[in-house]
């Protein structure tokens, strides 16, 4: 059963534009999804959270929208630069967490 | 420090071999996790280690075993494998146990394991 899924496997956008990835969920009773990004031959790092009662955070070019109507999340970053380029994972957490499959982001020169 | 550190990098084994994955963090978190991931799909969460207890994913083969000598290591011993069994094993630490709360997971690089 995948809880956390994320439909889009690739992205690709032009340096300085807006990259939105996204991600969907099943279980309402997650406590916080956050967002991993991942270099190749590195383990996944942290990115950015945000609690399931709010519906906005913000880390400079990062920001999370969080819609519990809909059990939707994204990922907004601007603006785009090519060191973005890596596989950001959604994850949730409750009692354990969940991962979804990733989408892989290039941001071209 | 604040690293999670797996060794070996890399893992070619046989179907009959005996090996083990090693996994050490030194940022004093009390929960300790082995995930195992295929390519392009979600990492899939093994064993957790936390406050002294293990806890298993109960659909994990008794072919892998996990071992924590103390707290800040958490070794994983493999057994007759199965080239099915050939992925990225993950290991990462929290400071708490359970999801890790708003910071999440530290993870460490990943053993890339070949079983043939």
């Known amino acids: 059963d995948q809880q956390v899924k994320q439909n889009s496997p690739s992205l690709s956008v032009q340096e300085g534009r807006i990259s939105i990835l996204n991600c969907d969920y099943t279980n309402s009773m997650f406590d916080y999804f956050l967002w991993y990004k991942k270099y190749p031959a590195e383990g996944p790092t942290f990115l950015i959270s945000?609690?399931?009662?709010?519906d906005k955070n913000e880390d400079g070019r990062f920001t999370v929208f969080l819609n519990k109507s809909a059990k939707h999340l994204s990922l907004h970053i601007v603006p785009s630069q090519p060191g973005d380029s890596a596989v950001y994972f959604c994850a949730a957490s409750g009692n354990d967490m969940r991962f979804g499959a990733g989408t892989r982001l290039t941001v071209k020169p | 420090d604040t690293e999670v550190t797996q060794t070996p990098k890399h893992l070619v084994m046989g179907m009959t071999n005996k090996k083990s994955l090693k996994c050490e963090q030194h940022m004093g978190h009390r929960a300790m996790y082995w995930y195992k991931q295929k390519a392009k799909k979600p990492p899939e969460l093994m064993f957790v280690y936390s406050y002294e207890k293990l806890s298993i994913n109960e659909s994990v083969p008794s072919r892998f075993s996990p071992e924590c000598p103390n707290s800040s290591l958490l070794n994983l011993h493999l057994h007759a494998l199965q080239p099915e069994d050939s992925a990225l094993y993950l290991c990462?630490?929290?400071?708490?146990?359970?999801?890790?709360?708003?910071?999440?997971?530290?993870f460490g690089s990943g053993t890339r394991l070949t079983v043939v």
């Open positions: 990462a630490s929290s400071e708490t146990g359970g999801a890790g709360g708003p910071y999440g997971y530290t």
């Open positions: 945000i609690s399931s009662i709010k």
